[in-house]
């Protein structure tokens, strides 16, 4: 190896930026679609019909059980069959994220929902208040900051994950470094960088989420 | 939606055999990473607690730099830039001698990943236990050693042996990342399959269903082995 070039880098950063945006994309719209499933996924655990809570409870497990990637591969393939023509590698990857992270902040979401202690749901109901208000008034709020750093987490999970996103040929951060960096016979300085960049933003998210959790914990 | 079911696909030669090779890779790969990150995961963690505080800064970088990369990027950095960086001499070993490069090359960076987390997981455990244990040991005139040995890694240990449980689950799912270098394991080998038979369907169902029973089966022994090393009157698993 000669000398680590940093030129590469500053030339291709257009490229490379417009894959981070691919990537952020990504992240933000898996996580609309993954914790409104998963809310609702979460309701339907914690529901009194036992059917209801089976169907929610085998989702999360057979969801957890899978590789993302195979799942991102079953989309890919799967959604073409019922469309009849081919879809974009981005959909088909939201698509599983959706579905995969869903039964991940489902799990969040129930945990920090029984985080709060039963008998602060029973004083509630004694005192002649409805089931919903109290839901909204002394169970939701507690739960909330409870959940609210797991969430955090997950998704910075979330958006390390979105680099697998490369084997269905989206344009994402780190498949922009590599189609720089095979271009110009860079790639160690390519994905160097990479891996620089992913650090710096997860360890900087998880410090802030550290933070945040100090000043906001019950 | 018209698709034809043919699901002999899965079972003619040679399509049979691939499945089950790459499911071989799938195990091996997994069980030989799972071996190594728990060492390496245990002195890891074990090192957050020393006294040093310098030993303790480097076990502590040492789990941020892997947490915090995706591991896809820590499998390319492994495979393509480690050969480059290495001292000449083991570069050009590792590019022209190593036996299967991409198996133990995934072994590597299975096992470099999961042992940041099984640190974690082994940190939590031993910072769980109160201070005033370790301080009543050291003053009754146990060693810092035979502190650790009888005192901390004891009831440590099996307080992160249900998060344990979980990397040990993972740990089979992320194994599919090898197929990135080119590993011909169970999901690398059924999408392969599936390009040359046209029957995808059949060959994501049978994958998935063996991933499934994988962690069933991994799940029923987690639990076993914490029925037997749970501390008596102690909540190991947390409620939260």
Known sequence: MSGFDLGVIIRSLPLLLEGMGVSLLLTVLAIAGGLSLGAVLAVLRLSRLRA???????????????????????????????????????????IAFVLFEAAFFCEIIRSGIQSVRQGQIMAGLATGLP???????????????????????????????????????????????????????????????????????????????????RRYAL | ?????????????????????????????????????LVLGCLIGIARTAETKWIRSLAAAYVECFRNVPLLVIFFLWYFVAPEILPRNAGLWVKRDLPFPEFWTSVVALSTY?????????????????????????????????VYRYILLPVGLRIA????????????KNSSLALSIGL?????????????????????????????????????IMMAIERRSRLPGMITRATR
């Open chain 1, 52 to 94: 209801v809570r089976t169907f929610a409870a085998t989702y999360v497990v057979l969801f957890r059980s899978l590789p993302l990637l195979l799942l991102i591969f079953w989309f890919y393939f799967l959604i073409p069959l019922f469309l009849g023509h081919p879809i974009a590698g981005f959909d088909a990857a939201l």
């Open chain 1, 131 to 213: 089931y919903g208000a109290v839901m909204r008034a002394i169970v939701l709020p507690q739960a909330f900051r409870n959940m609210v750093p797991v969430l955090l987490l997950q998704c910075i999970n979330l958006f390390k994950s979105t680099s697998l996103v490369y084997v269905v040929g989206v344009r994402d951060f780190l498949t922009a470094a590599e189609i720089v960096g095979t271009r110009d016979h860079q790639l160690t300085e390519l994905y160097v960088f990479a891996a620089l960049v992913y650090f710096t933003l997860c360890f900087g998210g998880a410090r802030l989420v550290k933070r945040l959790e």
């Open chain 2, 1 to 37: 939606m018209r698709y034809s079911w043919k699901w002999s696909a899965v079972l003619t030669d040679p399509y049979f055999d691939w499945i089950i090779s790459g499911l071989e890779l799938t195990l091996l790969l997994s069980l030989i990473s799972w071996a190594i990150a």
């Open chain 2, 114 to 146: 999961t042992a940041a987390m099984v640190a974690e997981q082994v940190r939590a455990g031993i910072e769980a236990i109160p201070r005033g244990q370790a301080n009543a040991a050291l003053a009754s005139g146990l060693t810092r050693w035979q």
């Open chain 2, 161 to 172: 042996v249900p998060a344990l449980g979980n990397e040990f689950i993972n740990i089979f």
């Open chain 2, 184 to 220: 011909l394991e169970l999901t690398s080998r059924t999408r392969q399959i599936s390009e040359y038979t046209y029957q995808p369907l059949e060959m994501f169902i049978t994958a998935s269903a063996v991933y499934f029973v994988i962690a069933m089966l991994t799940t029923a």
